[in-house]
């Protein structure tokens, strides 16, 4: 097998330290933490579309919830040994608070898309109801930002394969 090498390299990639793990997960929670205080600060300030609060409240909320759980011990599987039963709980409930996730961020896409270029401006007399702006560009922008990263991923990913496979002069024919 031609990649074996790089395989194998994956495979004996020693897990992070517990600090490096802490402060990874400290960094995830900002996000959330961001997406629930705007969503409470701006709760009433966008009547054209009254969901874009709520909808940040509940991905925060539930984002760091699923953050904290990996936290506890009941999350982690064990090498040996039968599965204990907490953690066939705890991937249970990861599983579903996943899949409700995936389906509040598609209807989290539908409320902040549909009125993209919402009126910014809360004075005015016209028929088209404000957005605060502050809210409506963090909601759109966060969203917008959970199909940059992975795309972008997937782009630096292919890049990296391609200069492996370059640097390895036996994959080439």
């Known amino acids: 097998m031609a990649n074996a090498g ?30 629930i205080a705007l969503g409470v600060i701006h709760l ?4 054209r579309q009254r969901l874009i609060p709520i909808y940040l409240i509940v991905v925060g909320v539930f984002s760091l919830v699923l953050t904290l759980l990996s936290c506890l011990p ?4 064990k090498k040996d040994g039968p599965p204990n039963r907490l953690s066939t709980i705890c991937t249970i409930w990861n599983s579903l608070t996943s ?4 389906c509040w961020f598609i209807a989290g896409n539908v ?7 919402p009126n910014f401006n809360r004075n005015t007399t016209d028929v088209n109801p404000y ?7 963090f909601a759109f922008w966060t969203t917008t930002l959970v199909y940059i990263i992975p795309c972008v991923c997937l782009f630096i990913g292919c890049c990296v394969l391609l200069l492996c496979r370059r ?4 994959d080439q024919v």
């Open 6 to 35: 790089l395989l194998q390299n994956i495979r004996e990639t020693p897990p992070p330290s517990a600090p490096a793990l802490g402060c990874s997960k400290l960094l995830v929670c900002i996000l959330p933490s961001a997406q």
């Open 99 to 102: 899949f409700f996730l995936f």
């Open 167 to 170: 640097s390895n002069p036996e």
């Open 74 to 77: 009941c999350a982690q599987e």
């Open 131 to 137: 957005c605060d702006k502050t809210l409506y560009l």
């Open 111 to 117: 409320w902040i898309y549909s009125i993209y270029k």
């Open 44 to 47: 009433h300030d966008c009547p």
